[in-house]
T-cell receptor, first 114, second 115 residues
Framework: AQSVTQLDSQVPVFEEAPVELRCNYSSSVSVYLFWYVQYPNQGLQLLLKYLSGSTLVKGINGFEAEFNKSQTSFHLRKPSVHISDTAEYFCAVSEMDSNYQLIWGAGTKLIIKP | DAGVTQSPTHLIKTRGQQVTLRCSPISGHKSVSWYQQVLGQGPQFIFQYYEKEERGRGNFPDRFSARQFPNYSSELNVNALLLGDSALYLC??????????????FGNGTRLTVT
């Protein structure tokens, strides 16, 4: 069955330090991959997506993610975080043959320490 | 342009009652999806409606139902509420049925508490 695992429920990091949020998925078919961000008291906002082509995907706010098919991973990275990046980040996948629904990870809270 | 709007923002109901949640998609979007987000978990897919027809359904009991109106707005109904139905209910709209070319745009959700 399709599933998404976000290995860290919380990631604390100092301001201006780099960060990586991990995401692994399992699926028997090809997938599309997404990262969404949820700021406090706001809805989910798309950060970036991988559909095909280059495995390195760039998104908004300086975030990027790399698709690794052999490791079934789609980790999110940012070279230097800002206090405004404090939010919860969700990884999600959609199977190509039923690409109308998203299967979500449990989320990772990014905590920026001043 | 207005984003996806959901009403009400908060709701408190008693076990056994029924509830109706409402969603207005972004203008021009024909697809509406509903997700349930229990505290501490990621969202779970409930329904997708496209062009007023149900196009997909997640693993939820028949107590959950929805519909889409000619103006593409949507309602989610939950009957015989259980404590476990307490969650944030998210509505998302997109211009097409598939996620490849039309990403989901989410509303801020309706927080349902069942006591």
């Amino acid at each position: 069955a399709q599933s998404v695992t976000q290995l860290d429920s919380q990631v604390p990091v100092f301001e201006e330090a780099p960060v990586e949020l991990r995401c692994n998925y399992s699926s028997s078919v090809s997938v599309y991959l997404f990262w969404y961000v949820q700021y406090p008291n706001q809805g989910l906002q798309l950060l970036l997506k991988y559909l095909s082509g280059s495995t390195l995907v760039k998104g908004i706010n300086g975030f990027e993610a790399e698709f690794n098919k052999s490791q079934t991973s789609f980790h999110l990275r940012k070279p230097s975080v800002h206090i405004s990046d404090t939010a919860e980040y969700f990884c999600a996948v959609s199977e190509m043959d039923s690409n109308y629904q998203l299967i979500w990870g449990a989320g990772t809270k990014l905590i920026i320490k001043p | 342009d207005a984003g996806v709007t959901q009403s009400p923002t908060h709701l408190i109901k008693t076990r056994g009652q029924q509830v109706t949640l409402r969603c207005s998609p972004i203008s021009g979007h024909k697809s509406v999806s509903w997700y349930q987000q229990v505290l501490g978990q990621g969202p779970q897919f409930i329904f997708q409606y496209y062009e007023k027809e149900e196009r997909g359904r997640g693993n939820f009991p028949d107590r959950f139902s929805a519909r889409q109106f000619p103006n593409y707005s949507s309602e989610l109904n939950v009957n015989a509420l259980l404590l476990g139905d307490s969650a944030l209910y998210l509505c998302a709209s997109s211009s097409d049925r598939g996620l490849m070319n039309s990403p989901l745009h989410f509303g801020n959700g309706t927080r349902l508490t069942v006591t």
